[in-house]
């Protein structure tokens, strides 16, 4: 609830009329703008209104309380929206880790295997696709942190 204040200059350079001396005359030109998006009027207009009728005052104080209330509301489910996000992603990275992590155990459990059956071609791919794994993980995560 509250006031806002909105200010907007501009400047405006016109040549003088004489021909003798030719400098400029500046013109500025200031417009200030009061936004208010409160729902209680001002002091004076309040005064007013309780001379019309006593009860716009109560009507005004009522209708204050529940746009604040509305707005704390509204604050707070945001809030709570975006813990969720929040732990949801952290949730989502976790997995995406242990996924990680099993996934090149896998790889080197077969490059292991490989070099125990005799097929160093195989321990070959899969070394490499390990470590390609690996330095892709590490690339692509500096990449986003920039």
């Avoid at 716009?56 to 929206?81: C, G, N, P, W």
């Avoid at 992603?89 to 292991?112: D, M, N, P, Y």
Wanted: charged share 25%; hydrophobic share 45%; aromatic share 6%.
């Amino acid at each position: 609830m509250g006031r806002a204040s909105l200010k907007r200059a501009g400047a405006k350079i016109e040549p003088k009329a004489s021909s003798e001396d030719q400098s400029l005359i500046q013109t500025l030109q200031a417009e200030h703008v009061v936004i208010d998006d409160s729902p209680m009027p001002s002091a004076d207009e309040l005064a007013k209104y309780k001379e019309l009728d006593p009860r716009l005052v109560d009507y005004f104080m009522r209708i204050a309380d529940e746009e604040r209330a509305m707005r704390h509301e509204a604050t707070k489910q945001s809030m709570d929206i975006i813990a969720k996000d929040s732990k949801g992603k952290h949730q989502e990275r976790v997995l995406g880790l242990i996924f990680a992590f099993v996934s090149l155990l896998g790889f080197l459990g077969t490059t292991i295997l490989a070099l125990y059956l005799d097929k160093p071609w195989l321990a070959a791919i899969f070394s490499t696709l390990s470590i390609a794994g690996i330095v892709s993980a590490f690339v692509t995560g500096a990449k986003k942190s920039e």
